[in-house]
């Protein structure tokens, strides 16, 4: 090993005989150290303190510039080189614009002698009228105007005739044309109404299309129309009309009108003040047992 010191320690006995041996070394520095068998350590510095830094000296002269060389003569030219290959050829151009006719006649007009006009000759006969083509094509429908304002409304028209089949429980209606329409079925009595109301059941030939009042009679069946307008109908006093039946159907279909049926005041139709018939061949069926109305 580099710097290694090998020591040996001698006993003050009178045998002068070796007990330890240890191992040194000077490290660059000058550090002296001690390896114990399994760390170095570092006994000391054998050299001095390193002293102070001494002064800077004083810089020296500048020596004496170089004579610049002269200047070398101008070499001779070189060989010129040959000629090299010829490049490839360039696209061709694009064709110029070719003149118009008018372009050509006006470059030639000035070079030709003018004619003198000569006198106009005699208008020719009329020649003979040609055959007709063929009619074209229709051209395309045009757009549709707008529609006009509506127009006022017209007087109230009258129900039209009507005939009533009461056995058969039928009606129909007589059509524009004068022709009659088909008949129309209606429910036929079911008897029985409110304490035992009689079962015939008689057809009024009348069709009610405005506000109206019962009048006191037998049972009796009704046809009514709402599409004039909304209107009411009043049975009459329940007391009065015990154990009998009112039947109404209606005909027409506009549920907005709507068609009331009222009872006579502080009397009720099944606990209400009134009941609608709201769509068409709709049928109630009400009988009173004396003090109130019932749907039977």
Do not use: C
């Amino acid at each position: 090993m580099k710097n290694l010191i090998r020591l040996r320690k001698i006993e003050p006995d009178e045998s002068q005989r070796l007990s330890i041996i240890d191992f040194f070394k000077l490290s660059p520095t000058g550090d002296l150290k001690f390896f114990n068998g399994k760390v170095w350590r570092t006994l000391g510095n054998l050299e001095g303190p390193k002293g102070e830094r001494g002064d800077k000296g004083e810089k020296g002269e500048q020596g004496i510039q170089g004579i610049q060389g002269e200047k070398g003569d101008l070499g001779e030219r070189g060989v010129q080189g040959e000629v090299g290959p010829q490049g490839f050829d360039g696209q061709p151009g694009k064709n110029g614009k070719a003149p118009t006719l008018k372009e050509i006649v006006d470059s030639i007009t000035p070079f030709i002698p003018q004619a003198v006009q000569g006198e106009p000759g005699e208008e020719g006969k009329r020649g003979q009228r040609g055959e007709k083509g063929e009619p074209g094509e229709p051209g395309k429908e045009g757009k549709g105007g707008k529609n006009g304002e509506p127009g006022e409304t017209g007087e109230r028209g009258f129900p039209p005739a009507h005939e009533i089949d009461q056995r058969n429980y039928q009606f129909r209606f007589e059509k524009p044309d004068g022709r009659w329409g088909d008949w129309i079925k209606l429910p036929a009595p079911q008897g029985g109404g409110a304490s035992g109301a009689s079962n015939f059941i008689r057809w009024n030939p009348n069709i009610l299309t405005e506000t109206h009042d019962i009048q006191f009679r037998e049972n009796e069946s009704y046809i009514v129309d709402g599409s004039e307008g909304a209107f009411n109908i009043t049975l009459p006093t329940a007391s009065l009309a015990k154990m009998r039946v009112y039947v109404f159907n209606r005909i027409d279909h506009h549920p907005g009108n709507q068609i009331r049926i009222y009872a006579q005041t502080k009397e009720k139709i099944v606990g209400e003040d009134f009941i609608r018939i709201m769509e068409q061949w709709e049928s109630v069926r009400l009988s009173s047992d004396g003090s109130r109305w019932w749907i039977v």
